[in-house]
């Protein structure tokens, strides 16, 4: 088959993938996650995150079949078999209020994730390869992350309307019936030809690499280990926020305007941040700074019982915290071997994931005796952490 051909048969894959990501990034639930589970699931914040628990050690345990599925089945299956299982996990967590349904939501939900987590690149290089276009990874990677960004924004405050004027419930069965969109999507993907060693590490392999590279180098170690535990903590604001503004009595048709504004907050400081730091000498003071800024706003979080206090700590949160991980990545980079780099960044990923799992259950048992002192504690972690860092400047 000539190029020519090449390009005309699967250039199409590329705007497929667009529309498929977008869908897939439409999260009708989202705003509404916390009221959904406690009042319509009718569960408590620990049984909450005791689900989230389970969710991430299951991803960790599914990736290593899902990733035999995409590498000797094919990619297009691993997509279309991805977007099969978040339609039945949508419809299995809206059919009735059952903590033994929502884990196996939660399991169809982990093996949608896992089958999807690195296919997507790697059926996007693919089809790049096959149509000689390599060059423009980058550029399709920015913006199905763009489309994404955009799907979360609309959806949320979309996900508020349907809670607030026809029920909890029917923001997942909605989730279902747009997710359809995906699965149709999938099948008319045509499946790029890639090589046996394109293949994608999965992560008993990642996980050996990835800590042999950090065993031998300090510099990684203190990088990647520095930004993974303040960063644990600064996320644990998407599994609290919904609970504080509860408790400071808004009402529920706003939660998904509050986070569609934190999606474009986060979204305008992951362009700003990077222009800052062209302009930064000493980078490490820019990182403490930053640092000791999300740490105030947690504990300032902990008293704001007033609604617009505490929103606008939200705001500065996910636009200085989310976004915090930026300044690692010219360091982390300098000390990896590009070859290496997708699997250090992954064994790290991974180890914050189990950490994550891990920690949720505490974090819901802590909520439940005081959601403001936790947040209080989170802030005085974060700030004994950037205390206590390693971290040069030089290093950045």
């Known amino acids: 088959m000539t190029q020519e051909e090449n390009t005309s048969k699967f250039s199409g894959n590329i705007r497929k993938f667009y529309l498929f990501i977008f869908i897939f990034g439409i999260h009708t639930v989202r705003g509404v996650y916390f009221p959904y589970m406690t009042v319509w699931g009718g569960l408590t ?8 628990s389970y969710f991430m050690f299951m991803i960790f345990i599914l990736e290593i079949p899902s990733g035999a599925i995409a590498d000797y089945l094919s990619r297009k299956t691993a997509l279309v078999l991805s977007a099969i299982f978040v339609i039945a996990a949508a419809f299995t967590y809206s059919i009735y209020p059952n903590i033994f349904l929502f884990f196996l939501a939660e399991t169809f939900w982990a ?12 059926f996007i290089y693919s089809t790049l390869k096959t149509t000689g276009e390599e060059e423009k990874l980058t550029k399709v990677l920015g913006r199905t992350h763009l489309l994404h960004l955009i799907a979360n924004v609309i959806s949320a405050p979309l996900g508020s309307i349907i809670a607030e004027f026809v029920s909890l419930q029917f923001t997942m069965t909605c989730l279902g019936l747009i997710y359809i969109g995906s699965f149709i999507t999938s099948l008319t993907f045509k499946e790029p030809i890639f090589k046996q060693e394109e293949k994608t590490k999965r992560y008993l392999t990642i996980l050996k690499d990835g800590f042999k590279e950090l065993r031998k180098n300090k510099i990684l170690r203190i990088l990647c280990f520095d930004r993974l535990l303040v960063q644990i903590f600064i996320h644990l604001l998407f599994w609290t926020y919904q609970p504080y503004l509860t408790a400071v009595n808004l009402p529920i048709v706003l939660f998904g305007f509050i986070l569609a504004a934190m999606n474009v907050f986060n979204a305008i400081f992951n362009e700003l941040i990077p222009r800052f730091l ?60 590009s070859e290496n780099r997708a699997t250090v960044l992954s064994t790290i990923n991974m180890f914050g ?39 040069k400047s030089e290093y950045l």
């Not at 802590?366 to 972690?381: D, Q």
């Open 278 to 337: 062209k302009k930064v000498n000493n980078k490490k003071n820019m990182l403490i700074t930053i640092n000791v800024i999300n740490g105030i706003a947690y504990i300032i979080l902990g008293f704001a019982v007033l609604p617009i206090i505490g929103i606008l700590m939200l705001f500065l949160i996910v636009s200085f915290g989310y976004t915090r991980g930026l300044i690692y990545i010219n360091g982390i980079n300098k000390q990896i071997e």
């Open 45 to 52: 914040f620990f049984e909450m995150m005791l689900l989230q």
């Open 353 to 391: 994931s189990i950490s994550m799992a891990i920690l949720y259950p505490f974090v819901g048992l802590i909520v439940e005796w005081n959601l403001f002192i936790m947040f209080i504690i989170i802030g005085v972690m974060i700030l004994i952490l950037t205390a206590f860092t390693r971290v």
């Open 111 to 122: 093996f949608s994730i896992a089958l999807h987590s690195g296919t997507d690149e790697a």
